[in-house]
């Protein structure tokens, strides 16, 4: 393999997959390579929710610094939903998106409390949010256990099935001429007068632009061109249970605790919302810890009791984003042609935005989207 191309992203998840659709599609040479299978990091053993609310308890436990970014963060996450609505009609195949609106629920009145506030940053931020409870809840969501004694309701809320959304990206930056390798990772990354030379395990790629899509490892990339970029990698755990009748119709989270709850197309319950698994430092093997299975899913029991006789089929563990909380998008200052596109830790959210984005700047047009505070500037070295 020894291939020229205008432009070369590094990282095969719904974030390179979304932005060599978008680059594609506006005509520019694309190349995508991945260190594995396209579709096998994040994207593709995420939980599948259209989040838009702060997550409470990363909301919670944040510095006062991540919780400023996460609410500068909102209106990106409001504009996302419109991104994959967007989506779901352009790209061939249906992506099971459904915008059924989001249920943070509270089961004490200190959580009611803290939901209230919330909604009212979020409503500050131009997010649809409003709280319920009483009979309207019980109409909303019948489902839900007598203890639960209101919600934080989000209507942009909702669900999609990340392996179609990836499979039908791919398809459409092919069908825009974009070219796919796998199995090929980006060992090091020399800047030359006109672009960059990338050497990889079995090749090697000439190319004039770079896109760093490499997700929860972008920060080895961007080390290669000697960029310091604040994100490391975070382990957690999802599971699905077995089909089932319909239970649960919205994305059910907490006030508090971790969880989200859902119901897709095929009739399988999937839950999770952010359980840690363990990683080994030296194979990055993953392992799904049996305790915090255990403890997700008694929780999501706890709040619809009609998952009681429902089985767990299986559960799995996938690398994430951690970072504060902000995107990191753009051309990285000082070194011209090399773009970040890493997206939130509600990465499947707001993946395909954040490349629309990028690939909006890299083809010279305004962004659509005000994007100097996800500048990389403020993680430079
Ligand atoms: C269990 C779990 C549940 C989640 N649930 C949700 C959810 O419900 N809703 C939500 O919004 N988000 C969720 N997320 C987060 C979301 O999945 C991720 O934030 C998002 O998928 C990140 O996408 P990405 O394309 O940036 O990264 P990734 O999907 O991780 O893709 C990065 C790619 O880069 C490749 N790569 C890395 N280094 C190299 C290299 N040197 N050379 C070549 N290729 C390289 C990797 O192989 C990988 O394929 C969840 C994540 C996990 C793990």
């Given amino acids: 393999m020894d291939i020229e191309t205008d432009v070369l992203i590094v990282g095969g998840g719904i974030a390179g997959c979304s932005a060599a659709y978008y680059l594609a599609r506006d005509g520019v040479e694309v190349v995508l390579i ?14 599948g929710s259209l989040h838009q609310q702060l997550m409470p308890f990363i909301f919670r ?41 989001g249920l943070m629920v509270a089961e004490t009145d200190d959580q009611m409390a803290f939901l209230a506030d919330k909604a009212a940053l979020e409503q500050d ?117 077995e089909r089932t009748e319909p239970v649960v119709d919205h994305l059910v989270c907490h006030a508090e605790k971790i969880l989200s709850l859902k119901q897709v197309a095929n009739g399988g319950l999937i ?9 080994d430092p030296v194979t990055n093997g993953l392992t799904v810890m049996a305790e915090n299975v255990r403890a997700n899913v008694a ?36 070194v011209p042609g090399f773009y970040a596109a890493v997206p939130t830790d509600a990465g499947l959210t707001t993946a395909p935005i954040c490349a629309r984005l990028v690939a909006e700047q890299m083809t010279g047009r305004q962004p659509s989207f005000d994007i100097g505070m996800f500048s990389v500037e403020r993680a430079a070295p």
């Fill in 34 to 47: 991945d260190q594995g299978e396209v579709g096998r990091g994040a994207s593709g053993r995420n939980a």
């Fill in 125 to 241: 931020q131009g997010l649809d949010v409003h709280m319920v409870s009483g009979n309207e809840l019980r109409t909303l969501a019948p489902y839900l256990s007598e203890a639960v004694i209101g919600a934080e309701y989000a209507p942009g809320e909702g669900k999609l099935n990340p392996l179609k959304a990836i499979a039908g990206l791919v398809r459409g930056a092919k069908r825009h001429g974009a070219r796919f390798f796998e199995g090929r990772q980006l060992l090091e990354l020399e800047r030359g007068r006109t672009g960059f030379t990338a050497l990889l395990a079995g090749g090697r790629v000439r190319c004039r632009r770079v896109v760093n899509a490499a997700g929860p490892w972008s920060a080895r990339i961007a080390a290669k061109v000697g960029v310091s970029l604040a994100v490391e990698p975070n382990c957690v755990q999802s599971g699905v249970t």
């Fill in 299 to 334: 929780l999501a029991c706890q709040v619809v009791p009609g998952l009681r006789n429902v089985r767990l089929l299986r559960s799995w563990a996938g690398v994430n984003i951690r970072s504060d909380g902000k995107p990191f998008l753009g051309e990285i200052p000082g």
């Fill in 271 to 279: 839950i999770g919302g952010g359980w840690p698994a363990s990683i």
């Fill in 61 to 101: 436990e944040g510095s006062a610094r991540e919780r400023q970014a996460r609410v500068d963060t909102l209106p990106l996450m409001a504009a996302a939903s419109g991104v994959w609505q967007e989506l779901s009609r352009e790209l061939d195949g249906d992506i099971e998106l459904r915008v059924v609106g």
